[in-house]
């Protein structure tokens, strides 16, 4: 979603001034609002804490579980005060406004605490697919809940048998009466064990090709018949799960978008993850989510952290960090701007995915590099630098999540390209009557 195709219409801002309208009509006085959520965040909120950031530092299964509640209350907070769901419909409890005011409030909150594990995937790319195929049940029931930090949300999407082939999903769904019954496994899911709901897809028709028989499902995580195995990370953590689902009783109320009709929503959800570093759904400062060495003055402050600001070599490798960062940050509002104007498809989204990871991938080398061997063996007090180390241990986590960049390449040279498709032994098959290897829970 962004400036000008906003969540529903709702909210307009013009990419050639810069002015911006809120959902009522009324033109926006961004420096007013700047210092309102100065006056705000200055009031009520800590200093930010990099310790804890999962990707720095393994935290303790309690000690997550402390800084989740505390994220649901800072969201609290911004909600009361008017700053959570900017961009989010009022009619859902949002405010209405526009993309410039999520880029004042996110610049704003730079040296803040701020609900970093409750952006992504809840906001986006759960709330942007639920805006946009959610009933209107859903959607008076659910976004309220996810403004206000009640409702944390995962993606139910990748199973022990590929995440790439999202299509190829076994998890399966069999219509009862009102309900559907959901057996199957998922698998790498970001959060889940500290999560309330789930965006699941799951196969509903196994006697047409594999993409014309899959539908969308909302589902409570705390519920008979799902269990939760918490999977841990090369770094420690312990955020990911694998989930298995037996029997689990889901009501149709429950379904999003139609029955069979899963990978209409599948697509827009895909879209919603490759752009969700540009959202204005996510709360988050500018460059944060990209971790702690892809930041424009990031590997600055790593060379300085290791005593090397004069050293030729180094000056070279922060040279190349922050182009590779600017060059980032100016190719993706080239993608949203060009998608919102309908210069380019939605799946352009691919190419600024691709580069993302491209970038995060090359700057933990370069800060690596920097630190030399303290990023290979470190001890607990080199703080900054060993929290490089921390972070090249995590190095391909953004080449593989929301998608490989293996799978990115593959929807540039198709889809944005125009290239052959890649030959595919199961396609116009009906999905039972493509070979398989065994399930992995039978
Ligand atoms: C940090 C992180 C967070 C994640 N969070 C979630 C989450 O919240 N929810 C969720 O459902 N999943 C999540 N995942 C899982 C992620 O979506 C999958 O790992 C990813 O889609 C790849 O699936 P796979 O691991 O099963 O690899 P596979 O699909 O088995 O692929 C294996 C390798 O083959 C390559 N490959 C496969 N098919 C092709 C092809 N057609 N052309 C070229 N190469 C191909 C892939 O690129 C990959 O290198 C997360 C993963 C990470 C790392």
Redesign the pocket.
Known sequence: MTPGSTTDGATTESATTGGAMTEAGESVDLEAFRERVRAVLRANLRPGDPNLLSWRNPLSEELTLQVVAREREVQRILYDAGLAGLCVPRAYGGQGLTPAHQRVLNEELAPYEYPMRLQI?TFEPCLGVILEFGTEEQKLRHIPRILTGEEVW?????EPS????LAGALTTAVREGDDWILNGS??????AVWSDWGLCLARTNWDVPKHRGLTVFMLPLRQPGIEIHPIEMLNGNKE?CQEFLTDVVVPDSCRVGEVDGGWEVCVRWMFHERMLHNSPLVTSPPGAMLGGSAGLTAARDTARAAGRLTDPTARDLVGEAYMLALVKEELDLRVRDGVAAGAMSDQTAAVGRLFSSMVGTRSTDIALELVGVTGAAWADDDGELGAVGTSFLMR???S????????AR?VVSERVLGMPR?LAADRGIAFRDVPRGRPARE
């Open positions: 995937p995962v993606q139910l999407l990748s590929g995440g790439s082939d998922k698998i790498w899911t970001t959060s990911f391909q986590s953004g593989i999540g929301g998608g490989t960049v293996e799978m593959n890649e």
